[in-house]
């Protein structure tokens, strides 16, 4: 129950399903909760899925979702800051984090950011993310989004923010650096030997999705000698029955993956599923028996999806970046593929993210914050937090370490 003398916040109230109790000869009146909309149940995350840990994810209920996290952070320094946004849709914002952790002068332009917005209306999360991000139009994103109430939990207790909105069943989480790409919950909750290994397999995926068409047409349109003559003699031979170069080869089967990737993410699981096999088995059987495209081509298009899935966090970035060293390889060969990487890791090096580097935690000079890098050190060596997101750095005292930081 709470005690409102402004008009404004009444009807606000009412609008959002409270009660208004007015008494006679009172000049305030008293808003009693009694929302009675129902909401989807708790159910398991569709895209963050994993074999181990929890098996919960958040939903679109707003007090629902802090209450995941409230229950796995079970401390009076988790906290909620509470604000409203858009002029029409007054959305519920939460900016949750954990006092003593937080970088106190991040929290602050976080929330100052939020306060900045002045917008019709706010339906998702995704919204806030185009609007408070930096670096607005780059392909890699600058805030991170996570549908699990665990991941958000551990980013919290990082010394990280979480942004709940209401209406959304997924959760903000402020900053996010590059590094976070190639991490998983379940690096957590396995062995730190798989942990780092499927850490290291990520990031090979993305170098091998990114590569593959730009260092083929390379190889055998610019420097031929580099092919063992069987292969070369054989890759010759089936390109004299296509009628397209190997560069506009290329680029139709890419866009023909996009194709059948877009249109199996919008129809029904069943149908996609369908969709999926007839696509990657007869049309690309009858492509080949056409002589529209080589099977070494369709070979490579299969290993640039299957290495581009492995972190579903990156197919938008990898698609444009794919197709940038594509362009390049075909002007200027092997030279345009090195001049493509070279200008990608100098445009990441100049990211900042909230005052943090791009970077950070990739390629670190303290050894303390490379723990939880591309290898996942086991828990007993990782006691302290990251120093470039929190002051406050221990996380576990063992021994005789009792010290305060």
Do not use: C
Not at 169 to 183: D, G, K, N, R
Request: hydrophobic residues 45%; glycine residues 8%.
């Amino acid at each position: 129950v709470k005690d409102l003398t402004n008009v404004k916040e009444m009807v606000d109230a009412i609008s959002y399903g409270d009660t208004l109790l007015l008494v006679d000869h009172f000049d305030s009146g008293l808003i009693i909760t009694s929302k009675g909309w129902g909401s989807r149940s708790i159910g398991e995350p569709k895209v963050e899925g994993g074999t181990l840990g929890s098996h919960e994810a958040f939903t679109e209920a707003f007090l629902s979702n802090i209450s995941l996290v409230r229950r796995r952070i079970a401390s009076s320094d988790f906290k909620v800051k509470y604000l409203k946004i858009g002029r029409k849709t007054n959305t519920r914002v939460g900016i949750g984090y954990v006092d003593g952790i937080v970088n106190q002068r991040i929290l602050k332009e976080v929330e100052n950011r939020l306060r900045a917005i002045d917008i019709d209306g706010i339906l998702d999360s995704n919204y806030l993310q185009e609007l408070i991000g930096d670096a607005k139009f780059s392909v890699f994103k600058t805030l991170g989004n996570t549908e699990r109430p665990d991941v958000a939990s551990a980013r919290l207790l990082e010394g990280r923010i979480a942004i709940f909105v209401d209406g959304s069943p997924s959760v903000i989480t402020v900053p996010y650096l590059f590094m976070e790409y190639f991490q998983a919950n379940d690096d957590y909750f396995m062995n730190f030997y798989y942990g780092s290994f499927a850490r290291i397999l990520r990031a090979v995926g993305f170098v091998a999705t990114i590569s593959l068409p730009a260092l083929y047409l390379a190889y055998s349109s610019f420097h031929p000698e580099a092919i063992p003559i069987k292969f070369l003699m054989n890759l010759s031979l089936q390109q004299q029955e296509v009628p397209f170069p190997k560069f506009f080869e290329i680029l139709l089967l890419l866009f023909l993956f996009d194709i059948l990737k877009e249109a199996s993410a919008h129809m029904p699981q069943n149908i996609g599923q369908a969709l999926s096999i007839v696509g990657g088995i007869i049309i690309g059987q009858a492509a080949v028996e056409a002589g529209l495209v080589t099977t070494p081509m369709i070979i490579l298009t299969a290993l640039t999806a299957i290495t581009g899935l492995m972190s579903t966090e990156m197919m938008i970035p990898t698609t444009f970046i794919r197709l940038s060293l594509l362009l390049l390889t075909y002007f200027i060969g092997i030279y345009g593929y090195a001049l493509g990487i070279a200008g990608m890791l100098l445009y990441l090096s100049s990211i900042v993210n909230f005052d943090i580097p791009y970077l950070q935690g990739t390629i670190g000079e303290d050894l303390e914050d490379s723990k939880d890098g591309l290898i996942r050190s086991p828990w007993s060596f990782m006691k302290k937090r990251p120093s470039y997101l929190t002051t406050n750095v221990t996380r576990q005292r063992t021994g005789g370490d009792r010290s305060e930081h």
